[in-house]
Structures are given as C-alpha cells and as structure tokens.
C-alpha cells in the first residue's frame, strides 16, 4: 500500500480475514487484495477462507470474496474456486452477479481451461435483466474479444440487438469497441454497421461515444466512402475544437484513420501541422506522428523547416530528441522517396547535429544517414565529405559528447570513415588528421577511436602518394570517376611530413601525442590498430629510406561498395566449414588456377598488389558457377551431417529464402476438452496428425527444427518477445472456439485439508514441542499432515498430467516420421536417510528409482526437473518451510542417472539420485500405478524421517 | 483496461493506490514517480492526457489532488475521464466535501469505495448510492 511493504504481516492479515466480526474481515480483505500476490507463500493458506466466503449466506461477505479474489487470482486459486465462483452467476443480488462477471474474467486470464465451460453462462447474462451486470458482461466479452475476434463473430447479431436497444453510454462504448474488434475479421458486418454508426455519430450528444464510433469507423479501411468522409469531417472539427483534450482525441482518430485511408487526410493537413506549434507536448508528439504520413515532394523542405524550428524552440530534451527522430524518419521513408534536393537533407543533418540538446539519443541515427546518403549519392559526395570533415574538426562533438548518455558522437564514426575513404575531398587532411591526434579522441567509445585511427593511416597513405591512390581507385571503378578525378589533389594543403609530424610528434612537445597514446588504451581493437599502425609506418619508412617505393596506398586499394541491405543474409552461410573448405578448394584451383593462382606468385610487388583485384574482376558467370559450387557443397554437406534434420518443405530450406522467412509462430494451443485429459492414446494419435499437417506453422518452442537457421532467428525473435511471451501465451490459451456446444464442465475441486491458518500455528507450535522432545515419534498431526499432503498431490498432479501431455506433444512434433511414443514416469523410493552432520542441520538422502519409457531427449530432462520442482515444493511444503527451494538439476542425457540438488535456505539439502533407465517399447505406467507409487513415497520415504 | 489508479497530492505523495494487475513494488514506486512528475509539470491549458510507456495516463485536477488513471491504449479517454468524476463525487458524498486527510485518515474506505466502482481493470458501478452501499453497512456494524 502507498508503496510500503507489507509482506511481512501476511500471516496477520490471514488471521484477519478469518475474524468473525464483518467489518475486521472486511478489512482482512481488502488488505489481502492489496498485498498478496503469487510469490506471497500464504496464497496458499486463503482458498479455504475464500471458498467459505464465497458460499456465506452474506451478500456483502460474498462480494467482499469475490473482489479479494479478483486482485489476488493465481493460476491455483482460479482452478479450486472457479466453480464456486461461476454458481453465483446464477445469484438472485445483481450485485453479485455483476462482480461474478468481472471475477471469472480475472480467472479466464489465470485458467485458461475454463473459459470454455464457463462461456454460455456469460453469454447468458447479456440479457440479463439488471443493466448493470448486462455492462459487466459486455465488458468481460469485449476484453476476451479483442484478443481474439474470431472466436466471437457468432455474437455480432446479439451485440447488434443490444446497440439498439440500451441507452447507458458506457456500455454503449464498450458494444462499440466489441464492433470495432469484430469488424475486421467480417466484412459484411461493417455494412450492416454503417447505417446505426452513423446514426449515432450524427445523433450522440455523448463526446466519449462519438468518439468511440469515428475510431472504430476510422479504423476500418473497407468502410464505405459516405461515413469515412463523415468521420474525416468529424475529426477535423474535434481537432479545430478549443478543448485540448477532443484535439487530443481527435489527432488520434486521425491517426487511425492515416493507417487505413491515408489519402482522406490532405485536406486537413494544414491544421494537422498547425498543431506542431501547440503549447502540449502530447498534442504536438500526436501530430509529429501524423506529419510523416502528409509530407510530398513540395511539401517537406516547409515542413521540416517548421520542425527544425520547433525543436530550437522548445527546451525539453525529450521533446528534442523525438523531433530528431521524426525529422529522419520522414526523410528517409520509402527509401528517400520525398527527398529531391540531398545537398539540402545533408545541410539538415548537420544543423540537428549542431543543435543544443543535451542528452542526444539518435546519434546512432544520423551516423547511418550520413553514411547512406554520401556513399550513395555521388553528386553530393564532395560537398558530403567537407560537411562531415568539418565534424572531425569541430569541438562542439567532444564537449557535448562528455555526457555519457549523449550519443552525438556516434557521428564522428561515420564522418572519420567518409572523410578517409574519400579522401581526396577533404578540404584540409592536416587539420582532420591533427583534431583526430588530439588527446580528447581518447574520450570517444573504443570503436569510434578504431574507426578515427584507420582513418589516419588512409589519409597518412593518400598525402604520400596521391597518384598511386588515384591510380588504384580509378582502376577499380573505371568509368564513373572520371570526371571527379579533375578537381582532385586541387586542394591539397599538406605534405606528408607536415601529417607525420602530427602522427609522431617530436618527444618534447606538449601540447601533441600522437598515435603513441593510444597504445595504453584498453580497448583492444585501439590497441591493436595503433600497434599494427605503427609498426607498417615504421616499416613503410625504413623501406623508403632503403630506397624502394612502395606506395603506402596499396593497403588500400579498392573502394569500398554500398552493399544492399540484407544482402550478407543471401550469402549461404555455410555449417561445418572444414569439410566444405575441403570439398571446395581443391575445385577452385581446378578452374582458375591459370589466372589467379600464378598470378600471386609473381615477384612484381605491383603485381603482388594487383593479385588481389583479381579475383573480383572475375565475370559475373564465373561469380554464379562459384556460388553455385558453394551451395551444392554446402547442401551435400548438411545432407551428410548427421545432426541435420531435413525439413519437409524444400523451399524452405534454400538458401535464398532465409532472409525475408518470418519465423514463424507457435500455435499453442491446450486441450480443449477435458477428455484429452485423459492420457488415452488415441488422443494423442490426433492431435499428432492435426500437428504434423500444421507443421511449418511450428515454432521453435515445441517446433521441428526445420534448418538449423530458421533456428537461429527464431530463437533471437524469442529472446525479444521473452517479455511480452508469458501474457500472449494466456492469450492464445484462451483463444478456443466458442461457438461448438461443449460437453466438459467446470472443474470441481473437493475442499481438501489444508492447513488453516489456526491449525498452522498450532502445528507449528507442537512441531517445536516435538523438535524439543527428539525426533522419532509418530504423532496424530503427522498422519494427518500426510494425508492432506496426498489430496494436495493428487492436485498438483492433474497440472503435472497437463504439463507432462504438452512436453509430451512437444516431442512427437519434433519427430513426426517416429511411432508415436508415450512418456510415463514412475518413481519409487529405494532408499531414504537421514544424516546429521555438524554444521550442517539436516541432511536428507533418497535414492529414488525414476523408470521412463522412450528415449531420453532433451524434453524429458524438462519433464524431470518439472516433476520434480513440483515434487520438492510438496515436500518443502509439507516440511513446514515455508520457503521456496533452490532446485538444481542435473541430468546427463546419454547416462540414466540424473541427480538433483535442493537447497533451502533453512539450509535442509536433499539430494537425490536418480536412475534412469530405459524400458521395453509398449510397456506404459499408467498414473494410477504412479500415484500407488506416489504413496508408497509417503509411506516408506517420508514417515522415516518423523 | 484500467491498471491503476492513483490519487496524489501536489506534493508528490501518493494517498491511494489501487492496481489491477499485480506489479512489483519497486516498479511500482519507480511508475508512480515518474507518473507523478509528468503530471505534476502539466498545465493547466494542456490536454489531460499523457502516454507514458505502453499507458496512457488520464488524469484530473481537483484542488490539490491529482487523480490519476492509467489504462492500456485501447480505453475510451473521455469515459474514463468521467469516471475519475464520479469516483470524486462518491467520495465527496460520504466525506461531505472531501479532502486530502479524509483520505489519508479514512484509507480503508476510500479503498472500498474505489474497490466498489472499479475491479479487474473494469468499471464496475457508477451509480454513487450503489457503490456508497456496503460502505455504509460496515460503519452501522461498527457502530454497534
């Protein structure tokens, strides 16, 4: 509450909330709300006291239950109780009904599974007489709906009679925003909708449901012409509204309607800009965003012009930065489609890096602008390549850079980078060379410095031998450079003493470090680069004073190319590189020895510089007979690789295709029917072969491995939506097919013994007692502690079933050309001791005897440390500890054994040993026989500890 | 859907919290820091809606008391907006002309009463005599 932890008095609130007084309880209650959450341990002690709550003849009490749940619901709770909670939907009180409503929601989100059972029940309630709780259902249906419209097309008609007939503006929202998700999936639904939409737009004096109706319209790209100019001309007046929260709204609907139908919106561009200049930063972010899509070929020098002049405006870096953002990402849209004039984006560029924001995000941004556009942009090169030289030389970079956060120096990579390899633009090599000697480069990110440190050495070889530089690159892009050659060395200032004097400096002089200053930087690429630097100076000199005259400049003599994006994904990546080297190279030399191979071996050190161009002046055919062998060599490879699993689509498996392959997505989907359940083999033989058809939709997860890597990316999208997977995969639980009539009820869990929260502490005190006294010593609450522990196992086992089912799933997919194969665990309990050992309080030894039928694959190991995550925490549980144990699991796939360390931190350690040995094919463990193994643990295994 | 909604005061303190949706306590005091501040620099010609991460935050000035509602991006603005109205005006009638100590002093009230008007992220009840109910029962038992 308030931001304090309150999770220190959870047993208090438990015994709170069992108070008898109503207005203690409620109080219990709400602080339970408030504070308990899955990782409280007491969550566990409450099903009872809500169960009671929820069955007390007390309205206010059962509502008091039903809020408290809806807070806290996990994924237990919503299992025991959901029955009892799904009975008070027939309950005479609406206020209860409407809360039942609202509560089953929060356990659909939990508990997947009773959704499906659970549904006709609230659909029911649509009609429910009390207006009240038909809202409470329209909002549980419109939350699930927006998810999943599919599943609730079936509901447009009732939906459709309900519009029409209640007044209440907020379920009248809600219905609209149920229209909205549906739409899309139903064409025809949006023309029914267009007459009673239109009808409430135009009628409505509710601004929150016009609103809601002009988004929903707007969002619809197949509405027809009359209401979309209607819901255009709507919004346009909310803009123009002096009330800034309906100009909010109505940007935003603009917005929306940009997605669908861009072209509506010329008309109101003017007072979409006109909002740039608003005093809000939320209505000027909204019409930023809106200004991207308006900009033509006329328009865009005004607009960004009119932006630049925002940001000078405005003193909050956030806002700066955004704008920063915006004004690039217009620019650059559609691959420069707006952009006529480069020489002028150029000139922006440089005035976004000249502006005064202190904290600079994009630096990264604008560093890839410079680099795209003067790369490929010829005709701006030159005057590109004294912008971003003047950039070196520009103090204002370092300064503002100091803040670590600032990323403006990010540019400075670029701009060494465009002013070495294009060199001969630069208006003053001597000045670029000596700011980037100065002591304040060490200060850049270690990359930047490796970049401006190459950069020397390509200008440094230029000033030596300019010809020779010349000579290399025009030979390399023959026809194009031509012209540029004139003006080049026109304006050549410095001489390659002057730039040696820069790069070693003499001893004595302060004020110059040279290149020797980078050699203690702990970067290792600085560190390298200045070490090898050195060292071909130096031995570039000694052979000039030898008299020989090899031009510096044949480190670099090809031009470095733009390549096209993605276009490194194209080349096969080849798996087991050894053998295809072996395979290829002998080819190679086959063909092409006669040009290249003797060529090399030549003595000419001209020639020795020119070997090296060889090879790409091979003919295009040649390249392709290349790339050709490559990937047959590589196919032939993988075709003998023992750990590639071929996929059953080819296509997928070129090399070609990689690149713009989605990975594609799991399709999780549970039983939908309690029979699956069941661990019937039947059941299993059909969602196999429903699997194996839907196969290439598969993921990773559960997925074949179709490829190594499609492997590889998916798993990288995995690692990127990790965040959001635990949400989305409830989501898609509870994407099941409503409409079939469903035979499966909800699931009834007898109450069990738990512990209450009064015979805890009661146990807890005997227990205590009973440590005082010595250990062995059977008393009543130990018997009664066993039992309640085996009808909580036999609980946690049906979630064990299910778990085990899905892993099970998961591996026949994974094989589809195998006979399907069963997994069954049985365990027993061969040995248990217990040690004493000073220091150490307790020490448990089982040796348990773990019998598994099918081979022993990856998801077994997931299936074991499952189990026994869930088999440790009864014990802990059981053990009264009412922390969670450390589990480590260790399995060694090929070896049966597996052992298991638990650590808790009362510092009991259990170790486990387990053998794991194969069984004849056929032979099944039913969980029957499992749980009379099960209890034999707690007969021979547990009791022997007392 | 509704995630929380808050009730600060101009200072900066949080009076009443109430989440939806459990977060951790650390984020929760890092979000509620940072959705303070963006409420607190706003004026008063400016709209009274912000996006702050993947929320939208609407809030409502009354006095000294900010009562701030964040939902996901698919919540009608202005519905909320009126309702952050009549969760003021339900505590207004039961505390006759509300403010700040009532509910630093009444926490566990004004936590029922927001209890009764909001759950699982939806509006539950907006009629105040219905959302006044229960509240109104607790304080006759314990008069007793």
């Given at each position: 509450?308030?931001?304090?932890?309150?999770?220190?008095?959870?047993?208090?609130?438990?015994?709170?909330?069992?108070?008898?007084?109503?207005?203690?309880?409620?109080?219990?209650?709400?602080?339970?709300?408030?504070?308990?959450?899955?990782?409280?341990?007491?969550?566990?002690?409450?099903?009872?006291?809500?169960?009671?709550?929820?069955?007390?003849?007390?309205?206010?009490?059962?509502?008091?239950?039903?809020?408290?749940?809806?807070?806290?619901?996990?994924?237990?709770?919503?299992?025991?109780?959901?029955?009892?909670?799904?009975?008070?939907?027939?309950?005479?009180?609406?206020?209860?009904?409407?809360?039942?409503?609202?509560?089953?929601?929060?356990?659909?989100?939990?508990?997947?599974?009773?959704?499906?059972?659970?549904?006709?029940?609230?659909?029911?309630?649509?009609?429910?007489?009390?207006?009240?709780?038909?809202?409470?259902?329209?909002?549980?249906?419109?939350?699930?709906?927006?998810?999943?419209?599919?599943?609730?097309?079936?509901?447009?008609?009732?939906?459709?009679?309900?519009?029409?007939?209640?007044?209440?503006?907020?379920?009248?929202?809600?219905?609209?925003?149920?229209?909205?998700?549906?739409?899309?999936?139903?064409?025809?639904?949006?023309?029914?909708?267009?007459?009673?939409?239109?009808?409430?737009?135009?009628?409505?004096?509710?601004?929150?449901?016009?609103?809601?109706?002009?988004?929903?319209?707007?969002?619809?790209?197949?509405?027809?012409?009359?209401?979309?100019?209607?819901?255009?001309?709507?919004?346009?007046?909310?803009?123009?509204?002096?009330?800034?929260?309906?100009?909010?709204?109505?940007?935003?609907?603009?917005?929306?309607?940009?997605?669908?139908?861009?072209?509506?919106?010329?008309?109101?561009?003017?007072?979409?800009?006109?909002?740039?200049?608003?005093?809000?930063?939320?209505?000027?972010?909204?019409?930023?965003?809106?200004?991207?899509?308006?900009?033509?070929?006329?328009?865009?020098?005004?607009?960004?012009?009119?932006?630049?002049?925002?940001?000078?405006?405005?003193?909050?870096?956030?806002?700066?930065?955004?704008?920063?953002?915006?004004?690039?990402?217009?620019?650059?849209?559609?691959?420069?489609?707006?952009?006529?004039?480069?020489?002028?984006?150029?000139?922006?560029?440089?005035?976004?890096?000249?502006?005064?924001?202190?904290?600079?995000?994009?630096?990264?941004?604008?560093?890839?602008?410079?680099?795209?556009?003067?790369?490929?942009?010829?005709?701006?090169?030159?005057?590109?390549?004294?912008?971003?030289?003047?950039?070196?030389?520009?103090?204002?970079?370092?300064?503002?850079?100091?803040?670590?956060?600032?990323?403006?120096?990010?540019?400075?990579?670029?701009?060494?980078?465009?002013?070495?390899?294009?060199?001969?633009?630069?208006?003053?090599?001597?000045?670029?060379?000596?700011?980037?000697?100065?002591?304040?480069?060490?200060?850049?990110?270690?990359?930047?410095?490796?970049?401006?440190?190459?950069?020397?050495?390509?200008?440094?070889?230029?000033?030596?031998?300019?010809?020779?530089?010349?000579?290399?690159?025009?030979?390399?892009?023959?026809?194009?450079?031509?012209?540029?050659?004139?003006?080049?060395?026109?304006?050549?200032?410095?001489?390659?003493?002057?730039?040696?004097?820069?790069?070693?400096?003499?001893?004595?002089?302060?004020?110059?470090?040279?290149?020797?200053?980078?050699?203690?930087?702990?970067?290792?690429?600085?560190?390298?680069?200045?070490?090898?630097?050195?060292?071909?100076?130096?031995?570039?000199?000694?052979?000039?004073?030898?008299?020989?005259?090899?031009?510096?400049?044949?480190?670099?003599?090809?031009?470095?190319?733009?390549?096209?994006?993605?276009?490194?994904?194209?080349?096969?990546?080849?798996?087991?590189?050894?053998?295809?080297?072996?395979?290829?190279?002998?080819?190679?030399?086959?063909?092409?020895?006669?040009?290249?191979?003797?060529?090399?071996?030549?003595?000419?050190?001209?020639?020795?510089?020119?070997?090296?161009?060889?090879?790409?002046?091979?003919?295009?055919?040649?390249l392709r007979e290349m790339e050709e062998k490559e990937r047959v060599a590589a196919e032939l490879a993988r075709k003998n690789n023992p750990h590639y699993l071929p996929t059953s689509e080819p296509s997928a498996a070129s090399p070609?295709?990689?690149?713009?392959?989605?990975?594609?997505?799991?399709?999780?989907?549970?039983?939908?029917?309690?029979?699956?359940?069941?661990?019937?083999?039947?059941?299993?033989?059909?969602?196999?072969?429903?699997?194996?058809?839907?196969?290439?939709?598969?993921?990773?997860?559960?997925?074949?491995?179709?490829?190594?890597?499609?492997?590889?990316?998916?798993?990288?999208?995995?690692?990127?939506?990790?965040?959001?997977?635990?949400?989305?995969?409830?989501?898609?639980?509870?994407?099941?097919?409503?409409?079939?009539?469903?035979?499966?009820?909800?699931?009834?869990?007898?109450?069990?013994?738990?512990?209450?929260?009064?015979?805890?502490?009661?146990?807890?005190?005997?227990?205590?007692?009973?440590?005082?006294?010595?250990?062995?010593?059977?008393?009543?609450?130990?018997?009664?502690?066993?039992?309640?522990?085996?009808?909580?196992?036999?609980?946690?086992?049906?979630?064990?079933?299910?778990?085990?089912?899905?892993?099970?799933?998961?591996?026949?997919?994974?094989?589809?050309?195998?006979?399907?194969?069963?997994?069954?665990?049985?365990?027993?309990?061969?040995?248990?001791?217990?040690?004493?050992?000073?220091?150490?309080?307790?020490?448990?030894?089982?040796?348990?005897?773990?019998?598994?039928?099918?081979?022993?694959?990856?998801?077994?190991?997931?299936?074991?440390?499952?189990?026994?995550?869930?088999?440790?925490?009864?014990?802990?549980?059981?053990?009264?500890?009412?922390?969670?144990?450390?589990?480590?699991?260790?399995?060694?796939?090929?070896?049966?054994?597996?052992?298991?360390?638990?650590?808790?931190?009362?510092?009991?350690?259990?170790?486990?040993?387990?053998?794991?040995?194969?069984?004849?094919?056929?032979?099944?463990?039913?969980?029957?026989?499992?749980?009379?193994?099960?209890?034999?643990?707690?007969?021979?295994?547990?009791?022997?500890?007392? | 859907?509704?995630?929380?909604?808050?009730?600060?005061?101009?200072?900066?303190?949080?009076?009443?919290?109430?989440?939806?949706?459990?977060?951790?306590?650390?984020?929760?005091?890092?979000?509620?820091?940072?959705?303070?501040?963006?409420?607190?620099?706003?004026?008063?010609?400016?709209?009274?809606?912000?996006?702050?991460?993947?929320?939208?935050?609407?809030?409502?000035?009354?006095?000294?008391?900010?009562?701030?509602?964040?939902?996901?991006?698919?919540?009608?603005?202005?519905?909320?907006?009126?309702?952050?109205?009549?969760?003021?005006?339900?505590?207004?009638?039961?505390?006759?002309?509300?403010?700040?100590?009532?509910?630093?002093?009444?926490?566990?009230?004004?936590?029922?009463?927001?209890?009764?008007?909001?759950?699982?992220?939806?509006?539950?009840?907006?009629?105040?005599?219905?959302?006044?109910?229960?509240?109104?029962?607790?304080?006759?038992?314990?008069?007793?």
């Amino acid at each position: 509450m308030i931001g304090y932890n309150m999770e220190y008095g959870a047993f208090t609130i438990v015994e709170v909330m069992s108070s008898e007084d109503f207005s203690q309880k409620r109080i219990g209650f709400l602080a339970c709300a408030q504070c308990f959450h899955e990782k409280v341990e007491m969550v566990q002690m409450i099903p009872n006291l809500l169960r009671n709550a929820l069955n007390s003849q007390n309205v206010w009490e059962q509502g008091l239950a039903l809020s408290c749940l809806s807070n806290i619901c996990t994924a237990e709770l919503g299992e025991i109780l959901v029955s009892e909670v799904a009975n008070l939907l027939s309950n005479q009180r609406s206020y209860l009904r409407k809360k039942t409503l609202l509560t089953l929601f929060k356990i659909f989100l939990q508990y997947p599974a009773a959704l499906r059972p659970a549904f006709p029940r609230i659909k029911e309630k649509l009609d429910d007489p009390d207006p009240s709780v038909t809202a409470a259902a329209v909002n549980v249906i419109c939350e699930l709906a927006r998810r999943n419209p599919k599943n609730y097309l079936g509901m447009a008609p009732v939906f459709f009679k309900l519009f029409s007939n209640i007044t209440n503006n907020w379920t009248l929202i809600k219905i609209v925003k149920v229209f909205g998700a549906l739409a899309p999936e139903e064409p025809r639904l949006l023309k029914k909708l267009a007459e009673p939409l239109s009808h409430c737009i135009n009628t409505t004096p509710a601004k929150s449901l016009l609103y809601e109706a002009l988004q929903t319209v707007a969002s619809n790209s197949k509405t027809d012409s009359a209401l979309m100019a209607l819901t255009v001309e709507k919004l346009k007046q909310m803009v123009e509204d002096p009330d800034q929260n309906l100009k909010y709204l109505g940007l935003k609907g603009m917005g929306s309607v940009m997605k669908s139908n861009p072209a509506l919106l010329s008309s109101s561009k003017d007072i979409i800009i006109d909002c740039l200049g608003d005093e809000d930063v939320t209505i000027r972010l909204r019409a930023l965003d809106l200004v991207g899509g308006l900009v033509s070929k006329r328009s865009i020098a005004s607009v960004i012009s009119r932006m630049i002049g925002q940001m000078e405006a405005r003193d909050d870096d956030d806002y700066r930065n955004t704008i920063v953002k915006y004004i690039i990402e217009i620019c650059s849209q559609q691959d420069y489609a707006f952009i006529t004039n480069f020489e002028w984006y150029l000139r922006v560029l440089m005035d976004l890096t000249q502006s005064s924001i202190n904290h600079f995000e994009y630096g990264e941004l604008i560093n890839r602008e410079f680099m795209n556009v003067i790369t490929r942009v010829k005709a701006v090169r030159a005057f590109g390549v004294k912008c971003v030289s003047s950039l070196i030389c520009n103090p204002l970079i370092y300064q503002r850079s100091e803040d670590q956060k600032s990323t403006l120096n990010r540019v400075l990579a670029s701009a060494c980078y465009l002013s070495s390899e294009y060199v001969r633009d630069v208006p003053s090599k001597l000045s670029v060379v000596s700011s980037l000697m100065k002591r304040r480069v060490l200060s850049l990110p270690g990359d930047i410095q490796a970049v401006a440190l190459q950069a020397v050495l390509k200008i440094y070889s230029y000033v030596c031998n300019p010809e020779a530089f010349k000579a290399g690159i025009a030979n390399d892009s023959d026809d194009s450079d031509d012209e540029d050659s004139e003006h080049v060395a026109d304006n050549d200032d410095c001489t390659a003493e002057q730039l040696h004097g820069e790069i070693f400096p003499d001893a004595d002089d302060e004020n110059k470090s040279g290149i020797k200053m980078f050699l203690s930087s702990c970067d290792v690429d600085v560190y390298e680069h200045s070490a090898s630097i050195l060292a071909l100076l130096e031995l570039h000199k000694e052979l000039v004073d030898e008299g020989s005259d090899i031009p510096l400049c044949t480190v670099f003599s090809q031009e470095l190319l733009p390549v096209a994006k993605g276009a490194q994904l194209q080349v096969p990546q080849i798996d087991l590189l050894d053998e295809v080297i072996m395979d290829y190279v002998p080819q190679l030399s086959d063909d092409d020895d006669t040009t290249t191979m003797e060529s090399s071996y030549s003595d000419s050190s001209d020639e020795w510089a020119a070997s090296f161009k060889k090879p790409k002046r091979m003919s295009k055919a040649q390249l392709r007979e290349m790339e050709e062998k490559e990937r047959v060599a590589a196919e032939l490879a993988r075709k003998n690789n023992p750990h590639y699993l071929p996929t059953s689509e080819p296509s997928a498996a070129s090399p070609g295709n990689y690149s713009d392959d989605q990975p594609p997505i799991e399709e999780l989907k549970i039983p939908s029917s309690q029979e699956d359940f069941n661990l019937g083999t039947r059941g299993f033989k059909e969602k196999k072969s429903k699997k194996s058809k839907k196969s290439h939709k598969m993921m990773t997860g559960g997925a074949a491995p179709e490829g190594y890597k499609k492997e590889k990316t998916s798993k990288q999208s995995k690692k990127e939506e990790n965040d959001d997977d635990e949400h989305d995969s409830i989501w898609k639980q509870l994407d099941v097919d409503l409409s079939k009539p469903t035979r499966e009820s909800l699931p009834t869990v007898k109450p069990y013994e738990r512990m209450e929260a009064s015979d805890f502490l009661s146990k807890e005190k005997k227990e205590k007692k009973r440590k005082k006294k010595g250990k062995k010593g059977e008393d009543s609450s130990e018997g009664e502690s066993e039992k309640e522990k085996k009808s909580k196992k036999d609980k946690k086992k049906k979630r064990k079933k299910k778990d085990k089912l899905d892993s099970t799933e998961e591996e026949e997919s994974e094989q589809p050309q195998d006979t399907p194969e069963e997994v069954a665990i049985s365990v027993s309990v061969e040995d248990c001791q217990r040690k004493k050992k000073k220091g150490r309080p307790n020490f448990l030894l089982f040796n348990l005897k773990i019998v598994i039928t099918n081979n022993s694959k990856g998801t077994l190991r997931v299936c074991i440390s499952l189990f026994f995550i869930s088999l440790f925490r009864n014990i802990m549980e059981w053990l009264s500890l009412s922390h969670r144990p450390h589990i480590l699991v260790n399995a060694f796939p090929p070896s049966p054994y597996c052992t298991c360390l638990i650590l808790s931190p009362k510092l009991l350690v259990l170790h486990f040993l387990i053998s794991v040995s194969s069984l004849p094919e056929g032979k099944y463990v039913t969980f029957s026989e499992f749980k009379d193994q099960r209890s034999a643990i707690d007969d021979s295994g547990f009791s022997s500890i007392g | 859907m509704i995630h929380f909604l808050l009730l600060v005061n101009k200072q900066g303190q949080t009076r009443l919290a109430q989440y939806a949706n459990y977060m951790e306590l650390s984020k929760r005091v890092t979000l509620e820091g940072e959705v303070v501040r963006k409420c607190l620099q706003r004026k008063d010609n400016e709209c009274s809606f912000i996006e702050h991460l993947q929320f939208k935050l609407i809030y409502r000035r009354y006095a000294s008391l900010f009562f701030i509602v964040g939902v996901d991006g698919d919540e009608n603005e202005l519905a909320i907006l009126e309702f952050i109205h009549v969760v003021v005006e339900t505590l207004d009638r039961y505390f006759q002309n509300v403010c700040e100590l009532d509910v630093m002093f009444n926490l566990e009230k004004a936590h029922f009463m927001v209890e009764e008007m909001f759950a699982n992220g939806s509006i539950v009840e907006t009629n105040k005599v219905n959302s006044l109910q229960s509240l109104l029962l607790v304080d006759k038992l314990s008069k007793k």
